[in-house]
């Protein structure tokens, strides 16, 4: 026809879709929005379809439509072909804009179906999470209702209370179906459940067995496809096998099972408290009353920020660090030593913390302390550093290139600076209380309460580089990345404080006896 050569190619392809009945609904609804404001458009689909209607009637196959035999000259008196196909392509486009308004109609019709389901909880905390309710594709914020439903967290940590009192933190990824406050069905994913007697008997469905508690706080993790696991922090929970039914396995504080999806048997295995989700809460603890009163300049306990991408100052000086996640999708908040920690996963990941700017000292005193755990031991893994290649900071704390011990740098006036380093390799899969003091004559470094090593050091120079990096160093040599962060942290960090002055080895030994006291601390409810 006259438009077919000004016809756009993208509405062509579109146009010939339909008339194959291939359009995709997000097509479908281009379609529409090009036919509605494009009146050449309209015109181009209405004789296309007439064209369409014109073709399948000449060789039959309207349908399947059954048209009975006449003689010419009646079928000439009754039947004009071009109104036929013009009321054809009329049909066509009614059935267009029906299945569009269906389209359109059915997301709000099951919306609304859902709203009507009775409330069994609500989402009471969020740290960067999105949790969709998967049959209506709507998202779930804190302080809304959960019903029963189909879920997907596809980001960050949550915190779900149930109307029973059952409290869990789901880390994503997850799917899971809420049945009632009850039942939940774990298809895929990592929660921690703390069950109060009101909740007992609430039970944690998976693919393999059905976990039901008896008063208890654990965990369970769930990999599609491969099997489950279930970790029992207190109490007591019974395991139900799906491939025997008939057998009942109970397991109490300290234990922990898996079944793989191709066996189907249980085996013990050990329990792995801090590879779980726990509390969004930092419990009040004699640790942090003693740092708060040695007055730091900067205190991280590393609390699950709303935002799930920033470490909170505690010290009440707002000196906020930025979250840098790099190539994890998983939350960067962990199980800590004292509530929750900050949780890096090495240089694959290139997870790292950054406080662009903050005071520097100016009187030669320095101190650090610091909870931290290492998985492994990266070449010069950095807990924090005020450091970059090619520029002059205050301070590198970290681990030793390869050999992985403990070690702080200091730098003088100029390039020159004191290293003071353990003797030992950093251990691994342990909590390790580290600090170090520099009061302007000596610097000494700490492990577990105890000094290690100390040396004379000089005057603390002036840095050129202004950020703190927590978790790496911000400037690095990596050829692979030029310039950028390296020296990743492989574990996790917590309850970190510096201070713009010198604190006392009494200090140090006191906030280690504390911190000892608070092993496996964790309100209910951060991996």
Same mark, same amino acid.
């Given at each position: ?194 069950? &109060? +007697? =009101?909740?007992? !008997?609430? $039970? ?8 039901? *508690?008896?008063?208890? /706080?654990? %965990? ?82 590393? &609390? +699950? =920020?709303?935002? !799930?991408? $920033? ?8 000196? *906020?660090?930025?979250? /840098?996640? %790099? ?201």
């Amino acid at each position: 026809m006259s438009y077919q050569k000004d016809m756009d190619p993208q509405f062509q392809e579109l146009l010939s879709a339909f008339l194959d009945d291939q359009l995709t609904t997000e097509q479908r609804q281009q379609l529409a929005e090009w036919i509605q404001k494009d009146t050449q458009a309209r015109a181009l689909y209405l004789e296309h379809c007439r064209m369409h209607a014109a073709l399948a009637w000449e060789h039959g196959v309207v349908g399947g439509m059954e048209i009975p035999t006449l003689p010419e000259e009646q079928a000439a008196s009754i039947f004009n072909r071009r109104k036929i196909t013009q009321a054809l392509a009329l049909a066509a486009g009614i059935a267009l804009l029906i299945g569009l308004a269906w389209e359109a109609v059915l997301p709000a019709m099951r919306h609304r179906e859902w709203m009507t389901r009775p409330a069994l909880g609500e989402m009471k905390r969020s740290s960067g999470g999105e949790l969709v309710v998967r049959e209506v594709d709507s998202t779930i914020a804190v302080g809304d209702a959960l019903r029963r439903g189909n879920y997907e967290l596809r980001s960050g940590l949550i915190n779900l209370q149930l109307d029973n009192g059952v409290e869990l933190v789901v880390e994503a990824p997850a799917q899971f179906q809420l049945d009632s406050a009850l039942l939940l069905v774990l298809q895929d994913g990592r929660l921690s459940a703390t069950v &109060p +007697p =009101s909740g007992e !008997g609430f $039970t944690v469905q998976t693919p393999e067995a059905d976990v039901i *508690d008896l008063g208890t /706080e654990f %965990g369970v993790d769930v990999t599609a496809g491969l099997g489950s696991e279930v970790h029992v922090f207190s109490g007591e929970v019974e395991v139900k096998s799906r491939s025997d039914i008939n057998e009942t396995l109970r397991l109490f504080t300290d234990q922990a099972m898996r079944i793989d999806e191709s066996v189907g048997q249980p085996a013990g295995i050990s329990v792995e408290k801090d590879e779980f989700p726990g509390s969004f809460d930092e419990p009040p603890t004699s640790y942090a009353e003693l740092v708060q009163s040695l007055k730091p300049l900067i205190y991280y306990r590393m &609390p +699950p =920020s709303d935002d !799930g991408l $920033t470490l909170i100052d505690q010290s009440g000086h707002g000196l *906020d660090a930025r979250i /840098e996640p %790099g190539e994890t999708h998983r939350s960067v908040f962990g199980r800590g030593k004292v509530g929750s920690a900050f949780r890096t996963r090495g240089p694959k990941a290139r997870t790292y913390a950054i406080l662009p700017d903050y005071p520097k000292t100016t009187n030669n005193q320095l101190s650090l302390v610091a909870w931290v755990r290492a998985d492994s031991r990266p070449r010069w893994a950095s807990i924090a550093k005020n450091w970059g290649e090619g520029k002059i900071g205050q301070f590198h704390f970290g681990l030793v290139d390869f050999s992985g011990e403990l070690e702080i740098v200091l730098r003088g006036p100029k390039r020159g600076g004191k290293r003071v380093r353990d003797t030992v390799p950093f251990p691994l899969d342990s909590w390790q209380h580290v600090a170090f003091v520099a009061d302007g004559e000596t610097l000494r470094l700490y492990r577990n309460g105890v000094e290690v090593s100390s040396a004379p050091h000089k005057p603390i120079g002036q840095p050129n580089i202004q950020g703190l990096g927590i978790g790496a160093k911000l400037i690095g040599n990596n050829p692979k990345w030029p310039g950028q962060p390296s020296d990743f942290w492989h574990g996790r960090i917590d309850e970190l404080a510096l201070f713009n002055h010198a604190i006392t080895s009494e200090d140090i030994r006191r906030l280690y006896e504390a911190g000892q006291g608070n092993e496996g601390l964790m309100a209910k409810g951060s991996d």
